[in-house]
């Protein structure tokens, strides 16, 4: 699978790490002084950790895929620090450095990989997930990837521009997944949308602003006070940071709030509007960021259905978005692209005052 971009799928080829609770501790007395349990965290690609000192200090300890190069690891370290000398209220994970004063360390482990690992700041909250949606959780979710998105504007990097299949702009490269499909219902609806994102989206483009995203600002992501469940408390892994087109965030994001009303794009177009009145969508980027809400629930679709067969013991957390990706797409597939694009765009569109 993938033969044509096989060092952009390195990392969704390749195992998440699995080194053993006791060893991590060690290391991490090691390399930081920190003394406490240890307790695995979710994670895909990577092996995520989160250490709890007597006293109830917390942090994450990630061990990186050893197929992810030391280049992107700095990338989204620099990003973090960039943000927090940025926008210093923002919820996001602060670096923490080793005894060494290192933001990453290599470790080679007693099995005898060798991987990149280092610490973050452990954030409160419940993920939004768990929480009962409401207008103003959503629109609260807006406004807050608007400031993220305005405190990476001019940022930069060497590996910035770094190739990854989660990139909802560059879906044409996944074409080849559709055979894989073996239903020929959801084959027939995802090459109706893949031909949609070819025709109307990918040739457009090239003309819009692009800068470094989260990319991953969904409700997994996205932590909130459990008193107050529409006040964001943290935003959370960085880990598939890119320079892209700036309305792939916006689209990548409000996917994600189709499910829990009765009306699909409700949600979606409280989410758009808040962030409209925060950092206004152009009209080129008005036009497809509908097309590429539909492509974001695509390219779930297709990835997550290749990694689930790949890593069966994974299945569960691959496959978490791969429901919702296909009930979206099918409520989609009968509107005319205007139609739903007016209905994401209503709260814009109608004028609506925060």
């Given at each position: 699978m993938l033969k044509e971009h096989p060092g952009e799928a390195a990392a969704l080829n390749t195992a998440a790490p699995a080194v053993s609770l006791a060893e991590i501790r060690s290391r991490v007395t090691d390399l930081y002084g920190i003394e406490g349990t240890v307790r695995l965290l979710a994670g895909e690609r990577d092996q995520n950790c989160c250490i709890e000192q007597a006293d109830g200090t917390r942090y994450v300890f990630k061990?990186?895929?050893?197929?992810?190069?030391?280049?992107i690891?700095?990338?989204?370290?620099?990003?973090?620090?960039?943000i927090a000398g940025?926008?210093?209220?923002?919820?996001?994970?602060r670096v923490v450095r080793t005894r060494a004063g290192q933001t990453r360390e290599n470790v080679t482990w007693c099995d005898g990989s060798n991987t990149i690992?280092?610490?973050?700041?452990?954030?409160?909250?419940?993920?939004?997930?768990?929480?009962v949606r409401t207008p103003e959780q959503r629109r609260a979710m807006g406004a807050c990837l608007a400031r993220l998105n305005l405190s990476l504007e001019g940022f930069s990097h060497p590996a910035a521009s770094h190739d990854l299949l989660w990139n909802v702009s560059a879906a044409h490269r996944l074409t080849e997944q559709l055979d894989?499909?073996?239903?020929?219902?959801?084959?027939?609806?995802?090459?109706?949308?893949?031909?949609r994102f070819k025709q109307h989206v990918l040739p457009v483009l090239p003309m819009l602003r692009a800068q470094v995203i989260h990319n991953d600002f969904h409700l997994y992501n996205v932590l909130v006070a459990p008193?107050?469940?529409?006040?964001?408390?943290?935003?959370?892994?960085?880990?598939?940071?890119?320079h892209a087109p700036l309305v792939g965030e916006v689209a990548t994001a409000a996917a994600f709030h189709m499910a829990g009303s009765e009306d699909p794009f409700e949600g979606p177009?409280?989410?758009?509007?808040?962030y409209?009145?925060?950092?206004?969508?152009?009209?080129?980027?008005?036009?497809?960021?509908t097309d590429l809400m539909a492509t974001r629930h695509l390219i779930t679709a297709l990835i997550s259905e290749w990694r689930a067969v790949r890593y069966p013991h994974n299945r569960e957390y691959i496959l978490r978005h791969n429901p919702a990706a296909w009930e979206a797409l099918s409520q989609m597939a009968d509107l005319p692209r205007e139609s739903a694009r007016d209905r994401l765009l209503s709260e814009i569109r109608n004028g609506r005052k925060s």
């Open positions: 061990i990186s895929n050893p197929s992810e190069s030391a280049s690891v700095d990338f989204q370290i620099a990003a973090l620090n960039h940025a926008a210093a209220d923002l919820p996001i994970p690992v280092r610490m973050l700041s452990y954030l409160d909250g419940v993920q939004i997930k768990e929480t894989s499909l073996t239903d020929p219902a959801r084959r027939a609806l995802a090459g109706e949308f893949m031909t008193e107050d469940q529409n006040r964001l408390t943290g935003i959370i892994d960085f880990g598939d940071l890119l177009a409280q989410f758009v509007g808040a409209h009145r925060t950092l206004a969508l152009t009209e080129p980027e008005q036009e497809i960021v």
